[in-house]
């Protein structure tokens, strides 16, 4: 860290979750007449005012279309636009910002991987492995591409506790395996996998990976450059920021070894009816007119979280999760569905006798947000012999007082529907 990094981090004030809150309008929201207690935020999470001034500085002082005008506004949205990409480069510790796409998220930076790199690297009778608790976004782009190109789709058992363990995946490696893709941090069951490792074992066997950041960016920092993974994907809406914007980062090789993978504007150097030239990375990646004001509002988060003890916030979180898993273990008739040893953020479960969605509708009565069903990732509760789950998932402006709050109704909830 440089001196002037030590001095930043000196000056932020160690982490308080009723100070952060205040940074969260939509926290003082009352949902039927209640104080909002959002546990949904693996769904979305809120935004902070600084995100959402962004936007609304965007579009009152500098709206144009980027990349093409020679006029002030369009100058003025570019450079937002690039500064929020080198942002993004820091954040994940990218070597350069030509290896950062803009897509429109996470699901969108998958397919982009399946349709561009798999689809002309791989070829018939090739394999790509994923796990068994992957988002459908993680699935469904693979089982495409496989039955277009004849690839096939091998899948990683994991344990009781809901782990991805590092010998299930050496136990269903083969030689035919080209690309493999897991999830960072699993959205249904709060599992932290073990992806540094995975990473290493692809590329031993001269395999490619895929990581789908989308839980795991909110919930400590992401280096891909230590992870020394081919591809990650996240989504700006789970990391505080607007929707409709995502991330695709790639080795600069692979990148630029890479067909487009769609075509238009902004993605070209000439096109004429012979032929087009493609333009450069990352605009070879991004045809169209981008997510502008996403982009921006993303680069604002990250901001904002520069200003933050993040730091604190992700060990708030954990203390969170602890707290909520030793009053979920004390609730008669619930299980935990995720029991895994590393875990983020997330407390899935069952009640004997409730059907989840029921739960959450009478919580949603008394303010309270969780999700409840499959949480696209239907093949992990197929594992556990489930059609679902409630969820109750944090962020770091969530407090002990809310998840108290939580179990109270949920109390409740059980003496109603028992
Ligand atoms: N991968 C994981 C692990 C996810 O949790 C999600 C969204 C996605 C991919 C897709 O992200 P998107 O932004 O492209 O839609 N997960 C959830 C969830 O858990 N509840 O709502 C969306």
Redesign the pocket.
């Known amino acids: 860290m440089s001196a002037q990094a030590h001095d930043t981090q000196a000056r932020i004030a160690p982490f308080d979750p009723e100070r952060i809150r205040a940074d969260f309008p939509i926290l003082a929201t009352r949902v039927n007449k209640h104080p909002l207690i959002y546990l949904d935020s693996?769904?979305?999470t809120q935004k902070p005012r600084a995100v959402i001034d962004s936007l609304e500085r965007y579009y009152t002082e500098n709206n144009a279309n980027v990349h093409r005008g020679v006029h002030t506004l369009s100058q003025r949205a570019t450079q937002a636009f690039e500064d929020a990409r080198e942002k993004v480069r820091a954040f994940i510790n990218a070597g350069s910002a030509a290896e950062i796409i803009f897509t429109?998220?996470?699901?969108?930076a998958i397919n982009l991987v399946a349709q561009s790199y798999a689809r002309t690297m791989l070829k018939a009778g090739d394999e790509i492995l994923i796990g068994e608790a992957?988002?459908h976004?993680?699935i469904v782009p693979w089982q495409m591409l496989c039955q277009h190109i004849g690839c096939v789709l091998k899948v990683v058992p994991i344990n009781d506790a809901g782990e991805l363990e590092l010998e299930a995946v050496t136990r269903a490696w083969t030689p035919r395996i080209k690309l493999c893709a897991f999830?960072h941090?699993?959205?249904?069951l709060g599992s932290i996998n073990p992806v540094r490792e995975i990473t290493a074992l692809a590329h031993q066997a001269g395999a490619k990976i895929v990581i789908?950041g989308?839980?795991a960016v909110a919930h400590g920092s992401v280096n891909v450059a230590a992870l020394d993974c081919d591809f990650y994907a996240f989504?700006g809406?789970?990391l505080f920021g607007p929707t409709g914007i995502?991330v695709l980062y790639g080795k600069r090789a692979l990148l630029e070894a890479m067909p487009p993978y769609q075509g238009g504007g902004d993605m070209i150097k000439v096109v004429t009816f012979a032929a087009t030239e493609y333009a450069d990375l990352p605009y070879k990646f991004e045809a169209g007119t981008p997510h502008i004001a996403g982009g921006i509002g993303l680069g604002a988060a990250l901001d904002y979280l520069d200003s933050i003890d993040f730091a604190g916030a992700v060990a708030h979180e954990h203390r969170l999760l602890d707290y909520a898993t030793a009053q979920a273990q004390a609730v008669p008739g619930l299980r935990i569905i995720g029991t895994a040893r590393a875990k983020a953020a997330v407390l899935s479960f069952t009640i004997d006798g409730i059907h989840p969605q029921d739960l959450g509708v009478i919580l949603d009565g008394h303010g309270v947000a969780i999700?409840t069903g499959h949480?696209?990732a239907m093949p992990v509760m197929q594992r556990f012999g489930l059609a679902g789950t409630a969820r109750a998932s944090f962020a770091f402006y969530n407090t002990f007082d809310e998840i108290d709050c939580f179990f109270a109704a949920l109390a409740k909830a059980r003496r109603m529907l028992a």
């Open positions: 693996a769904a979305t429109r998220g996470t699901t969108d992957e988002h976004a993680n999830g941090i699993s959205n249904a789908d989308a839980q989504s809406h789970k995502g999700r949480h696209c």
